[in-house]
T-cell receptor, first 111, second 113 residues
């Protein structure tokens, strides 16, 4: 079945790195996505990775993909208070032309 | 400015009443989606439409209905048959190009009293 799993909470100290993990089920997904949701707002695409890549770096963000284990991670370097949000992992469920979202990981920053 | 709008931001209704949530986009996107968000459960797909005059049920369509008469608009009706309608509702659209980025509206928080 289709399922994307994430832990619900992560707390990090300001300036440290945050690593948010995700597992997915559809091995034929072409793209995997990370979305960010600020309080009371919609989601915004943060970054994505093509399934034939192992890693993608974009400024403070690093996405790692382990296709064999169906594991995706998002690393945020030098975490700032503005990074406080819910982060959603999503996979493209190719057989049904839709995107499946995980439950979201709430990232909180402590001073 | 191009974007996707939802109105109203907050909506209160009495139990047993139908209510329609508005979603409009001027991004010229073919595909539109409705999601429901509950705490700790992420986004669950209610209905989606890949083209005008066509739509498909998502994972939790029971108690909801939609229409797609215009490309720009995809209203969602929450009917009295929906057992637990209080939630945050998000509308999204996408161009369905190779990278299927979904653009989200700001959401409508529906509270049924």
């Amino acid at each position: 079945g289709e399922d994307v799993e994430q832990s619900l909470f992560l707390s990090v100290r300001e300036g440290d790195s945050s690593v948010i993990n995700c597992t997915y089920t559809d091995s034929s997904s072409t793209y995997l996505y990370w979305y960010k949701q600020e309080p009371g707002a919609g989601l915004q695409l943060l970054t994505y990775i093509f399934s034939n890549m192992d890693m993608k770096q974009d400024q403070r963000l690093t996405v790692l993909l382990n296709k064999k284990d169906k594991h995706l991670s998002l690393r945020i370097a030098d975490t700032q208070t503005g990074d406080s949000a819910i982060y959603f992992c999503a996979e493209e469920y190719s057989s049904a032309s839709k995107i499946i979202f995980g439950s979201g990981t709430r990232l909180s920053i402590r001073p | 400015d191009g974007g996707i709008t939802q109105s109203p931001k907050y909506l209160f209704r009495k139990e047993g009443q139908n209510v329609t949530l508005s979603c409009e986009q001027n991004l010229n996107h073919d595909a539109m989606y409705w999601y429901r968000q509950d705490p700790g459960q992420g986004l669950r797909l209610i209905y989606y439409s890949q083209i005008v005059n066509d739509f498909q049920k998502g994972d939790i369509a029971e108690g909801y209905s939609v229409s797609r008469e215009k490309k720009e608009s995809f209203p969602l009706t929450v009917t009295s048959a929906q057992k637990n309608p209080t939630a945050f509702y998000l509308c999204a659209s996408s161009s369905r190009l190779e990278v299927d980025e979904q653009f989200f509206g700001p959401g409508t928080r529906l509270t049924v009293l």
